[in-house]
């Protein structure tokens, strides 16, 4: 007979408890805090071995100590990236495990989502019918049949989109470090990716090598009027640097999953107040920029995907079993 464990689990809404409470009732009892995880709210987790946490809860050198402290054993993201965990200063003191893939359909469809809303105006044209304007006016696209996709990443997802421009009739050029030739994509370097593709979307994981890599620089080497679709992580992107290229237009439209600085803000309604972060304000304000607040995974197959795998890695932890998804 097996123990009901306690599990804390941080930055808790609707859409996570239904899989949760679903799968996991025979066996966890989930204690669900809305509130993300930080120095203020570590000590609800002292009751419990693991805990569940998300996206946006840091856990650096301070968070870990803390939870150490408490007799947290086990971390068990719900998300694939783990970018937010010193996982070194974690080896040796606390397991870590991740879900590194729920659904690889949902991200990609997300992607595509942006781009075809920013290319054909939907977005505007909604706002303009709502208000019974039914003029055409700068609601102009253009065919994706034929245009240059350039995808950063050939993951699973990356591979997904790159199967939905194949079926827009759309040119595919990838960039991986490590490429895979059975793909059926054509591999080039970064810097043609930036000078010929008339969309640019990124997939792939935030690291050292990968932080800021759309830059002024690259933003330069791209073709005027390009646009970026970014569904990974928003540190791939400074913020700043395409808001300028925005303005100048060297940048025609922008769809942004996530934003740099999204901790502050995603996840959370702030609509009763006024945002202080400048950037964002004025990437909201753009008609050419969709921002949606890392929505891209949430179907409810990848929800249920992301309890299964999240309960299972619970489950290997407790029964003393390998934990394959450890980061």
């Known amino acids: 007979m097996f123990t009901i464990e306690q599990i804390a689990f941080f930055d808790a809404k609707p859409y996570d408890m239904k899989w949760f409470e679903e799968l996991g009732k025979d066996r966890y009892k989930f204690k669900y805090y809305e509130h993300r995880l930080t120095p203020d709210t570590a000590g609800l987790a002292c009751s419990c071995k693991a805990i569940v946490a998300f996206v946006n809860d840091i856990l650096d050198r301070e968070m870990l100590d803390r939870l150490v402290e408490c007799g947290v054993r086990l971390v068990a993201l719900r998300c694939a990236g783990y970018n937010n965990v010193d996982v070194n200063y974690a080896k040796g003191k606390i397991d870590v495990v991740r879900v590194p893939v729920y659904s690889p359909y949902a991200v990609a469809e997300h992607a595509m989502a942006l781009l075809l809303t920013l290319n054909r105006k939907i977005h505007r044209a909604f706002n303009r019918t709502r208000d019974f304007n039914f003029s055409l006016n700068d609601l102009t696209g253009f065919d994706l049949y034929g245009k240059t996709a350039g995808i950063v990443g050939m993951g699973q997802i990356g591979r997904v989109f790159s199967d939905i421009c194949r079926g827009f009739g ?9 490429p895979d030739e059975d793909a059926g994509v054509e591999y080039v370097s970064l810097e043609r990716l930036f000078s010929e593709s008339d969309v640019i979307s990124l997939h792939c994981p935030l690291t050292a090598d990968t932080r800021y890599m759309i830059n002024s620089e690259a933003l330069n080497k791209m073709k005027d009027g390009v646009f970026i679709i970014n569904t990974s992580r928003g540190q791939l992107i400074d913020s700043d640097a395409l808001l300028k290229a925005l303005k100048s237009g060297k940048v025609h439209a922008a769809g942004l999953d996530v934003y740099e600085e999204e901790s502050e803000f995603f996840f959370e309604d702030y609509s009763g107040t006024v945002i202080q972060d400048d950037i964002l304000q004025l990437l909201v304000s753009m008609p050419n920029v969709l921002v949606t607040s890392h929505q891209a995974f949430l179907t409810e197959e990848a929800l249920k995907r992301i309890a ?13 079993g390998e934990l394959e998804n450890r980061v």
């Not at 759309?170 to 490590?178: E, S, T």
């Not at 299964?308 to 003393?320: A, P, R």
């Open 170 to 178: 759309m040119k595919i050029l990838a960039f991986d470090p490590y």
């Open 308 to 320: 299964e795998v999240t309960i299972e890695n619970l489950t290997k932890f407790f029964e003393g």
